[in-house]
């Protein structure tokens, strides 16, 4: 039998960083008719520090996912802080994925699939997978990976 | 008597590139709450193969623009194949638009509306045309114009 | 007794640029199923032309975030224009800050903050402030920031 989303989150309760605060006047989470809206968030560490470094130099392929992996991880841990267990949550609908990369570096879906990947262990194969885009652009503070995302809720 | 939006696609169906296989972890469409979202496109040709280049040094404005054309193309592709026909489709609501350009490139908006002329002459003047942007940014593979979409449903 | 929007707005009106002109084939605004989308605005002066300059080379951090509340002055007088007073709107629910900067800028959600200090201010301390993304991008005739946003209707 599947675990539920919430299992699956106990199993990786010793991996979420905390959630980060704000780095501007904005809120982390907003839910509104239905719906869970997630502001872009950076790849936070456990100890709280930020994952650093721009995709096809300072970080190669593996490296990057890794962090569009951790990105996913901050931001379960930003639902959890701010909206609370993620029992209400239907599926994901829609993410933004932004890599910090040269501006020859062509792999920025395979990139952001780290996120995807663990959205889709979490939520399942269906309800944990929607509609996407995964480009390159700059990041503040020089993180690697950004990813805005947007959830319905039951 | 203006034509509907399937009889203009009828009359496009000889330019219709094949719908793009998901270049990572996601749904190409997601239908929700009467609304039909759709993953950023690049310009897939009949072919098969991506266009490429980047707008300021390999593609003048022109070729940008068609190459946006083309993505728009590959939406109604994507739309045919994993929504069906488009009859249900009330109105575009939002198109963000990105453009791998230099740093000095100018007009991205000149570029994506290639796709906003296309898109305005498919399903109409007022209901084809909604809120966009209009921005420079790297792109996977090369790929000269990504654009996402939300539409509206009946 | 706190000032409404509107009262906020009347005090703002010698600021308020003229609402632009489409740059491309697009509404600068639409209302659909209680939300006001709102295309991606520049920073519009009031004498009709466009801040221009790249965070990190041209302008500092604090010209880039003047730059990014003048955009809201912008988006302020589009609504004005084309949707109508702010009496109906709930809430601002989603931005997207985009920085026209130079790869090593680090600090693209504090220009942000010009926008979204300007909306707090008008919309109230909770109503004025959702979820956001600010990073670093190319944008359209060297223009220093663009934001989109959506607004929630009563």
Redesign the interface.
Known sequence: MNQTPAQVLESLKSELPPAPPP????????V???FL????QGPMQRDGTLMKG?AGDDLDLGQAKAAARQVGLTMLSTILTHFGPVDPIE?L????G?VN??????????V??GF??LM?SVFGPDKG??????????????IPV?I?AIF?LR
């Open positions: 780095a501007g006047l904005y809120k982390p989470v907003l509104l008719d239905g809206y997630v502001s872009g721009r599926r609908v829609k993410t933004f932004m990369a040269t501006p020859d570096f062509p792999d920025h879906p395979l952001i699939n995807s990947e889709a997978v929607g509609v996407r885009s995964a480009v390159g652009m700059m990041l503040p503070g020089n950004e805005e319905k």
